[in-house]
């Protein structure tokens, strides 16, 4: 639980325009947790009685086939939120969600997250402008899945972790080095797929593995086999 002058809410996006002192009071509604790595923070298909705040550590969003395949929707740092799609429509968690790393997790009771947005139309503008960038990132996806081949998509997912550690000498550096297992998760392939692909780039001089981190030397490059398959659609 967060020392009493500890201020954990105000490093929550979704929080950023509420008033210091709603903060402050939310902070105090919080049921505080500690998540150990791969603990289990949601299960799919729990009531819809709290809304979460990661304020430290990384979260992964997941949902499994009936055959057990794991299928990653989103990995969560810091300042984000997860569980207001179930707040608002008050219907059974739709994924799971499990902590990646060591992970503090406050807890907000729904019926107090549904009045303080109801109460403050600025945080009801940030949570639609969330919710809207939920639904152009599953957009996106969809044509993805839809549209481009394996290979393509784990270019298109090595580029989006690339963009992060860009340089600007146009190189980028991934960290920690991704694991085949997760990519394949999150653009529905299989680890052998991934493994070729970074094979394959590494044969070209677009990707490196050093020892700590996958240095993408050529940027651009990588953005063009990407957009070169995104103009088609």
């Not at 002058?5 to 919080?30: N, S, T, Y």
């Not at 297992?181 to 780039?201: K, Q």
Request: aromatic share 4%; hydrophobic share 45%.
């Amino acid at each position: 639980m967060p020392a009493n002058d500890a201020r954990p809410l105000d490093g929550i996006d979704l929080l950023a325009v509420a008033p210091a002192a709603l903060r402050a009071e939310l902070q105090k509604q919080c049921r505080w947790q500690r998540f150990a790595p791969h603990e289990q923070i949601i299960d799919r298909n729990d009531d819809p009685d709290h809304v979460y705040f990661l304020v430290e550590g990384k979260v992964r969003v997941v949902i499994y086939s009936a055959s057990g395949r794991e299928i990653t929707f989103d990995d969560l740092s810091a300042g984000a939120s997860f569980g207001e799609l179930s707040a608002l429509d008050r219907a059974p968690r739709s994924a799971n969600v499990m902590a990646l790393t060591e992970a503090t997790v406050g807890a907000l009771p729904t019926a107090i997250f549904r009045s303080a947005v109801t109460e403050n139309p600025a945080m009801a503008l940030a949570l639609m402008v969330h919710l809207v960038g939920v639904v152009r990132r599953a957009n996106e996806r969809i044509m993805e899945l839809s549209t481009v081949g394996a290979n393509n998509r784990v270019h298109a997912e090595l580029l989006r972790l690339a963009t992060h550690g860009a340089q600007p000498d146009g190189s980028a550096a991934i960290r920690p080095i991704p694991v085949h297992s997760d990519i394949a998760s999150r653009v529905s392939t299989t680890r052998e797929t991934v493994a070729r692909v970074l094979s394959d780039l590494a044969k070209s001089g677009i990707v490196v593995r050093a020892a700590d981190h996958l240095q993408v030397a050529d940027l651009s490059r990588l953005e063009r086999l990407v957009e070169d398959v995104r103009g088609e659609w």
